[in-house]
């Protein structure tokens, strides 16, 4: 059996890791070779420190929310830890897209596309779109709009038990999703985009006692 898996590198490798194991209920902890670090938040200096508390079993497991996605035919991919992103492609115009949330409109946003992103995903893409910082431990949806061209796009916070579904509207012929920064697929105005909270969660290893919000006034002075 395998105890715990390390990853060595960015966040980015964080998040490759996290779609290679799959559903194995690995945990996970990562040493930062990257830039910022939120998820592979353990700098190279403390690498004696963590496998030391690693032998002697002195970690918690912090459970995180995953994202699931719905698009036959499309993504092979099913499940996100920071977003899944709707976005144009990059030789076409803006696009427009409806977001419904449990069948109730929320918005058409008229832009570059949307992302749905979960707490842990709150500091990244998210966050460059204007989009709120949340609590990792939450479950919540965080809807950010991408450089919408419209006075009234916000984000907004949806309950974690709820079902959104995205489509293109009729004058958007072509789109791309991405799943934690990796290109899925591309969808057409036909495709049906359903986005839920997963059953499946991400078991990621905390040593220490910095938390969340050490984390971020480092990371983000």
Same mark, same amino acid.
């Given at each position: 059996?395998?105890?715990?898996?390390?990853?060595?590198?960015?966040?980015?490798?964080?998040?490759?890791?996290?779609?290679?194991?799959?559903?194995? $209920?690995?945990?996970?902890?990562?040493?930062?070779?990257?830039?910022?670090?939120?998820?592979?938040? +353990?700098?190279?200096?403390?690498?004696?420190? /963590?496998?030391? &508390? /690693? #032998? #002697?079993?002195?970690?918690? +497991?912090?459970?995180?929310?995953?994202?699931? @996605?719905?698009?036959?035919?499309?993504?092979?991919?099913?499940?996100?830890?920071?977003?899944?992103?709707?976005?144009?492609?990059?030789?076409?115009?803006?696009?427009?897209?409806?977001?419904?949330?449990?069948?109730?409109?929320? $918005?058409?946003?008229?832009?570059?596309? +949307?992302?749905?992103?979960?707490?842990?995903?709150?500091?990244?893409?998210?966050?460059?779109?204007?989009?709120? +910082?949340?609590?990792?431990?939450?479950?919540?949806?965080?809807?950010?709009?991408?450089?919408?061209?419209? @006075?009234?796009?916000?984000?907004?916070? @949806?309950?974690? #038990?709820?079902?959104?579904?995205?489509?293109?509207?009729?004058?958007? *012929? @072509?789109?791309?999703?991405?799943?934690?920064?990796?290109?899925?697929?591309?969808?057409? &105005?036909?495709?049906? *985009?359903?986005?839920?909270?997963?059953? /499946? $969660?991400?078991?990621?290893?905390?040593?220490?006692?910095?938390?969340?919000?050490? *984390? /971020?006034?480092?990371?983000?002075?």
């Amino acid at each position: 059996t395998i105890d715990f898996f390390i990853s060595i590198g960015g966040d980015g490798t964080f998040l490759d890791a996290v779609a290679t194991l799959g559903k194995k $209920n690995i945990p996970i902890i990562g040493i930062n070779m990257g830039r910022l670090g939120f998820l592979s938040n +353990v700098n190279m200096d403390k690498i004696e420190y /963590l496998f030391i &508390n /690693l #032998q #002697q079993g002195n970690y918690i +497991v912090e459970k995180r929310m995953l994202l699931e @996605l719905q698009c036959p035919n499309r993504c092979t991919t099913s499940f996100a830890l920071n977003d899944i992103v709707i976005h144009r492609l990059a030789y076409s115009g803006l696009i427009t897209v409806d977001v419904t949330i449990d069948g109730q409109h929320l $918005n058409s946003y008229w832009g570059d596309g +949307v992302i749905i992103a979960t707490p842990t995903g709150s500091t990244g893409y998210s966050l460059s779109a204007g989009g709120p +910082v949340a609590d990792p431990t939450m479950e919540l949806f965080i809807a950010s709009p991408i450089c919408a061209h419209m @006075l009234h796009a916000r984000c907004a916070l @949806l309950s974690g #038990q709820k079902e959104i579904e995205i489509i293109l509207k009729d004058d958007t *012929v @072509l789109a791309e999703i991405t799943i934690d920064g990796e290109v899925c697929d591309k969808i057409t &105005n036909a495709d049906r *985009v359903i986005i839920k909270k997963s059953d /499946l $969660n991400a078991d990621i290893i905390k040593i220490g006692n910095q938390s969340f919000y050490d *984390v /971020l006034i480092d990371k983000l002075r």
